[in-house]
């Protein structure tokens, strides 16, 4: 069965630094997201791509965080200057067409310290 | 503001009773709605989505129940099993939206023994 595989499954760094979290997406998907879980709370979205350009982005997502989707099957999310609270569970997730459920990753727990 | 939420932040059921996890969503244009399962240290996985033309849908083991008029949304689990214990999220779609996802804040299903 086709899964969203993300890496690294944990990434501890220092605060200040960049940092970028990775994902492949199911193969013949064409929409995809990243979502972030701090702990014990909810899933919050964070941004949407489509068509090598964010169709939808958060008010979490300012101009520390970046996406890519550098070759054709990467799509990676770059916070710039981690700080304490970007500390949280990162989940990467694709979707085939609009509206259809999205499948997620199984996420990169980052621990800015 | 938070447009999706739960009445109950856990629940408790012996295994075999069927379980009904509750959740209210606010925004009235909300077009898609999705169950997902989140096992401890993985990501949402999807269990059953409804659109709003429908007022319920069933899979195996499992039936959403949707009730427009007062933005009610319901998952009902038959004979529920040791390996549904998880935390279960209700999500949703806005029409015309980017097609992300708002999750509300999740309930924590145990099965008893």
């Known amino acids: 069965e086709p899964e969203v595989t993300q890496t690294p499954s944990h990434q501890v760094t220092q605060m200040g630094q960049e940092v970028i979290l990775r994902c492949v997406p199911i193969s013949n998907h064409l929409y995809f997201y990243w979502y972030r879980q701090i702990l014990g709370q909810k899933v919050e979205f964070l941004v949407s791509f489509y068509n090598n350009e964010i169709s939808e982005k958060s008010e979490i997502f300012d101009d520390q965080f970046s996406v890519e989707r550098p070759d054709g099957s990467n799509f990676t999310l770059k916070i710039r200057s981690t700080k304490l609270e970007d500390s949280a569970m990162y989940f990467c997730a694709s979707s085939r067409d609009r509206g259809l459920e999205a499948f997620f990753g199984q996420g990169t727990r980052l621990t800015v310290v | 503001g938070e447009s999706v939420g739960l009445h109950l932040p856990t629940l408790s059921v012996q295994e075999g009773d069927n379980s009904i996890i509750n959740c209210a969503y606010s925004?009235?244009?909300?077009?898609?709605f999705i169950w997902y399962k989140q096992e401890s240290g993985k990501g949402p996985q999807f269990i059953i989505d409804i659109r709003s033309n429908m007022d319920k849908r069933q899979g195996q083991r499992v039936t959403v129940l949707l009730n427009k008029t007062v933005k009610h949304l319901s998952l009902q689990i038959a004979a529920t099993q040791p390996g549904d214990s998880a935390v279960y999220f209700c999500a949703e779609i806005l029409s015309g939206s980017a097609r992300q996802l708002t999750f509300g804040s999740g309930t924590q299903l145990t099965v008893l023994p």
């Open positions: 925004n009235s244009a909300s077009d898609y």
